[in-house]
């Protein structure tokens, strides 16, 4: 079995190499390491490869493995997981980015929350790119009504757009999904200039990064191919 310094190895060697094919800058893209269900000891070894950004998808879970590695205050904290608003206080207050917001009422309770203490967070809107049933994610049109309300909330920082397009589909129709939300950040950004940077698109996972890669993803999530595969969540 390779270990997790190996595989962050091959799978940023995987990320450079698109990069290079899509004739972007060396760098544009960064590694989003999906720790979920993984013990805080994989993250450590992980950080200790130089790997710095991780993703969670639940809050106690998270929050555990925080404490268990205070002692690493260099570590990025990504939530990307659904939230529920009664979570809302622990995500504002312990991580560095969001990138599942959907819907105003939690844009406004994170800002709230968040306060004027810390850095203003990190966050994106996550759109339902497919428009699948029973996903995650707002409709791409109501991103400009909530674009212009999250741009108006100060401690928030309005990054970008993430989605997690149907995996099953061909090739070809995963990778238009991806240049949708490509598309759709470009007009975004044209049309609400001030509502934050707008610079990132989150999309991309173990099997597809190279395809979201060509199509501007800037952080890509990547769990299964640096930590093996998940146990099924019980
Ligand atoms: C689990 C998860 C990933 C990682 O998926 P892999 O296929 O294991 O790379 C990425 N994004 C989100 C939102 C996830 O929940």
């Known amino acids: 079995m390779s270990s997790i310094a190996d595989n962050i190895g091959s799978v940023t060697r ?4 698109a990069t290079l094919q899509a004739g972007r800058s060396p760098g544009s893209v960064r590694l989003l390491a999906v720790s979920k269900t993984r013990p805080a000891e994989d993250l450590r070894e ?5 790997q710095v950004a991780f993703g969670e998808n639940y809050v106690q879970e998270a929050l555990e493995k925080q404490e268990a590695l205070a002692d690493l205050p260099d570590m990025e904290w990504h939530f990307i997981g659904p939230i529920q608003s009664n979570k809302t206080r622990q995500i504002a207050s312990s991580f560095d980015w969001v990138h599942s917001v959907d819907r105003l009422k939690i844009a406004r309770r994170l ?3 968040r306060g004027d203490t810390l ?5 994106c809107l996550q759109v339902n790119i497919n428009e699948e049933e029973s996903k995650s994610g707002c409709r791409v049109d109501q991103l400009p009504g909530l674009v212009e309300a999250v741009g108006e909330l100060p401690n928030l920082r309005l990054r970008g757009l993430m ?5 099953s589909q061909p090739e070809a129709e995963l990778r238009a999904s991806f240049r949708k939300l490509a598309n759709t950040l470009k007009a ?3 049309d609400h200039p001030d509502a934050g940077p707008l610079d990132t698109l989150s999309m991309g996972m173990s099997g597809d990064l190279e395809l979201a890669i060509a199509e501007g993803a800037t ?3 990547v769990g299964t191919a640096l930590f093996g595969e998940r146990p099924a969540k019980s």
């Open 163 to 167: 989605a997690i397009p149907d995996p």
């Open 111 to 113: 800002n709230d929350q």
């Open 188 to 190: 975004l950004k044209g």
């Open 46 to 50: 992980a950080f200790a490869a130089g």
């Open 219 to 221: 952080w890509v999530r």
């Open 119 to 123: 850095p203003p967070l990190n966050i």
């Open 14 to 17: 995987r990320i450079q190499k």
